[in-house]
């Protein structure tokens, strides 16, 4: 099992950004694919963006694409999410999730997952 702990969610104003960090322990973060899932109040945990283990190969949602740029630091066991232009429609809580071999769009393949930081953004 690897942990997983979100930071540098916040409220923001439409148009604004944040950077929120996804830092694991436990196990080796080089061999885990991470992803970036959020949920609204009352909706289904959706897919934001994923990452392979070098950080070679990216997926985004099509929402988020030119918007947002996930990466990772694997020297610091760290994952990110870069998110610009923010819209009231983002307001949700984000969690980052890791998995072992391919990287993927489906949460149920993720068995790791962090406790989920609150990103609000003002309109």
């Known amino acids: 099992q690897v942990q997983l702990e979100e930071s540098g969610g916040g409220l923001v104003q439409a148009g604004g950004s944040l950077r929120l960090s996804c830092a694991a322990s436990g196990r080796t973060f080089s061999n885990y694919a991470m992803g970036w899932f959020r949920q609204a109040p009352g909706k289904e945990r959706d897919f934001v963006a994923a990452?392979?283990?070098?950080?070679?190969?990216?997926y985004y949602a099509d929402s988020v694409k030119g918007r947002f740029t996930i990466s990772r630091d694997n020297a610091k066991n760290t994952a990110y999410l870069q998110m610009n232009n923010l819209k009231p429609k983002n307001t949700a809580v984000y969690y980052c999730?890791?998995?072992?071999?391919?990287?993927?769009?489906?949460?149920?393949?993720?068995?790791?997952w962090g406790q989920g930081t609150q990103v609000t953004v003002s309109s």
């Open positions: 990452i392979n283990q070098s950080g070679g190969i990216t």
């Open positions: 999730a890791a998995k072992p071999w391919a990287t993927s769009r489906l949460y149920s393949q993720y068995a790791n």
